[in-house]
């Protein structure tokens, strides 16, 4: 049985440019985050943009998971690259996006930028997606530690995101996995990832019985350990697969 819980919030910010969703069609589950780039100006707009996207191709009932995502990338890219030009804000709407669909005892998982997809089975993070950033291009090349990824001065340049400029764009599917092989996933922003890291979420979900339950729990970590500095907005979606 799937169960699901999300939170979104402006943090320390005037504006939350991040926007989540969670849809259920046919037995099939879909669930998305995304964080417009503050900086840029609009981010609000493309990341709402982007999950009602989401929800557009999750409506339409596309045959797979695979195929689900893969319209959606597509559709979000094009979408925001004609918003922009509406409005006049070429290379300003621009977002990042986490996104996993469950059907058919499948697992899928797509993403771009630097929002997350983690998988836990046993009380253990055994999935995480890697991000489209230059401290994620540091560590890969051996330049920095992997922990040093979290507060890292150039953590907020990102690689890859949608809106990007034509030919600029590319995003990432993760291989299709069994659902019966996890617990438990989260999907979530660099504000939440920044101060609820990998340990914390495993402690948080062992003590834990529901989706809600395990939420609450990091959404608490995270205002307590963000208490003091200039706080992001940050957004999670926590399912739970019991």
Known sequence: MIQYAYVTDKGGRAVNEDAVAAVERDGAYGFIVCDGLGGHGSGDLASAGTVQRFRNVFARGIASGETALRTFFAEAQEGLLADQERMKARNRM???????????????IGHVGDSRVYGFAGGEAVLQTRDHSVPEALFRAGRIREEEIRFHPD??????VLGAGE????FSMEEPRKLRQFQAFLLCSDGF?????EKMMCLCLRGSR?????????TSELVRAGRGHEMDNYSAVAVWNR
């Open 94 to 108: 621009k977002t990042t996006a986490a996104a996993l669909v469950i059907g058919g005892g499948k697992v899928y």
């Open 155 to 160: 953590r907020n340049k990102l690689l890859n």
């Open 167 to 170: 030919g600029r764009f590319r």
């Open 193 to 197: 990832w920044e101060y609820v890291d």
């Open 210 to 218: 529901n989706a809600s339950e395990w939420l609450d729990r990091m």
